[in-house]
């Protein structure tokens, strides 16, 4: 069986080379929310071989 990875996911951004904080494969998964106050975003980061989270959303 093969394992989804964040790479497959539409929240994948990868980091730009020439950014401060590039590396190889390293990305921010960045997911929108909303609450009373209005709409918001969380970023974190991770790795394009990184085994999907609960926020997974597959590539279209």
């Known amino acids: 069986m093969e394992t989804t990875t964040c790479k497959q996911c539409t929240n994948f951004f990868p980091v730009p080379p020439g950014a ?3 590396e190889a494969g390293k990305a921010d998964c960045v997911r929108q929310k909303e609450d009373e106050k209005g709409k ?3 970023s974190k980061p991770v790795f394009e071989n990184s085994t999907q989270c609960e926020a997974f ?3 279209r």
């Open 40 to 42: 918001y975003w969380l």
């Open 57 to 59: 959303c597959a590539k």
């Open 20 to 22: 401060d904080d590039y």
